[in-house]
Every structure is written in C-alpha cells, then in structure tokens.
Nanobody, 125 residues
C-alpha cells in the first residue's frame, strides 16, 4: 500500500506562484513514476507533469511547459510541483499519483494506482 498526501494549494493572483508537495509513504521507490494531474469543475482529469526513472526524467503537458517544474526529493519521499506564471485556467484540484511496479513515461490516469486526496488551486484574474 502507498499513501500520498498533497499540500500547498491555495488562492493566488494571476502571474503568481505556488509550490505543491506530495509526501509518499508505504511501498514506494525512487524509480516509481510519480505524476501530477488536475481536474477543473465540469472537466475530466488531465495530466500535468510526471517524473520517472531514478535519474529524474520529466515530462509536461503542453499547457504547463515552461511554467511548471516537477521535482522529487528521494530522501524525503516527496514530489513537488513548482507552478509559476499561474493563469486562471490553471484553477483546479491537483492530485498526485504514483505507479509502483511500473516504469518509464506514463501520462494516462489509468497508469497510476495510488492517488492523493487532492489540493485546491485557485487563480484569480
């Protein structure tokens, strides 16, 4: 079993920044893919960013590329999402997810077995 707990969400003005954290516990490893997804009201959950392989390869959705940065601290079993230049359309509940036992680039929500409870990010215009 793996437990994921997100934190760091909040209300910010457009152009501002937030950093989300996702603390993992249980049967996880530094090589397991970890990702951030988000879901806005009335919309489907969408992929945001992932970090995979022990080397920390990263991949981003086009909508956040150049503005968001995903990173991980293996010693703390924590993944971060630094979000800069936030836009109102970034408003959503953000979820972290992991896929123990899988490897490589994974961008589908169906690839991930464990999810956090979500943290709300609201960007005002």
């Amino acid at each position: 079993q793996v437990q994921l707990v997100e934190s760091g969400g909040g209300l910010v003005q457009a152009g501002g920044s937030l950093r989300l954290s996702c603390a993992a516990s249980g049967r996880t490893s530094s090589s397991s893919p970890m990702a951030w997804f988000r879901q806005a009201p009335g919309k489907e959950r969408e992929f945001v960013a992932t970090i995979y392989w022990s080397a920390g390869n990263t991949y981003y959705a086009d909508s956040v590329k150049g503005r968001f940065t995903i990173s991980r601290d293996n010693a703390k079993n924590t993944v971060y999402l630094q979000m800069n230049s936030l836009k109102p359309e970034d408003t959503a509940v953000y979820y972290c997810a992991t896929a123990p036992g899988r490897s490589g680039l994974r961008v589908g929500s169906y690839d991930y077995d464990y999810w956090g409870q979500g943290t709300q990010v609201t960007v005002s215009s």
